[in-house]
């Protein structure tokens, strides 16, 4: 299995060599949001050295060609029809992992605010679960709730008090409540985007999810409810 692992630098002067400007400003304002245009250049000149000691990157004619390999990698993931975005809370920190639904399913993988990319084809899609830390449930009953009560019971456990009551129905399980307070109100989010012939975002539907002791709770928004639900992850995701 071929894996790349880049810096930002580097995928973004390699999206630029393949002429997705969007794309790579896209990655620069979310890794180096604060970079001036005398940063940038020299971020992208350590781009250069590090896609041609990774033999990513070569001299063609006194201009710069990409990889045969990594170019057509690179062409395939951004030619999908559906790319389906994770946003993994980690602490302090949010892992994004992306799956780009084609002929076969290609993952990237953004670490460390955006700055480590890693990118492989994934071949067996059971193994998404650990990426994104997903538990595979069996179907259960869903339940409502409403979203106002949910936005401040979670803005109170981001900002540190456990002692706010929600006061929320009885059908919502408190091992549910206790899941949000251990994991002090930081959920991890879904995106799951459709695009058309020429590239342009046809559809998105979101979700929320949360994850402890071994099952996954699932959120969407319904009118001014909260439709919480756990099924599997291929169920969730129509994959």
Do not use: C
């Amino acid at each position: 299995m071929v894996t790349y692992n880049l810096s930002a630098e580097e995928y973004i002067l390699s999206l630029l060599l393949i002429d997705r400007t969007t794309a790579a400003v896209a990655i620069q304002e979310e890794a180096f949001a604060e970079a001036s245009e005398e940063e940038m250049d020299v971020r992208l000149d350590s781009g250069l050295n590090g896609l041609l000691s990774k033999k990513l990157l070569e001299m063609d004619n006194e201009s710069y060609k990409l990889d045969q390999h990594f170019q057509e990698y690179l062409f395939k993931m951004s030619k999908v029809s559906r790319t389906i975005k994770f946003q993994v809370a980690e602490g302090k920190s949010v892992k994004i992992v992306s799956l780009f639904l084609g002929e076969q399913v290609d993952v990237q993988i953004m670490e460390n605010n955006s700055r480590v990319h890693t990118f492989f084809t994934l071949y067996d899609l059971s193994k998404v679960n650990n990426l994104i830390d997903f538990f595979d449930n069996t179907d259960e009953k869903s339940f409502t709730m409403s979203e106002p009560k949910f936005d401040q019971f979670i803005s109170r456990l981001l900002s540190g008090s456990e002692e706010f009551n929600p006061e929320f129905s009885n059908d919502v399980p408190q091992e549910f409540v206790d899941a949000l307070v251990k994991n002090k109100g930081q959920l991890n989010s879904i995106f799951d985007f459709q695009f058309d012939n020429d590239g342009n975002v046809n559809s998105l539907e979101s979700y929320l999810y949360l994850t402890e002791k071994n099952k996954t709770w699932s959120i969407k928004q319904k009118d001014n409810l909260l439709v919480v639900f756990v099924k599997p992850l291929n169920q969730v995701l129509k994959l």
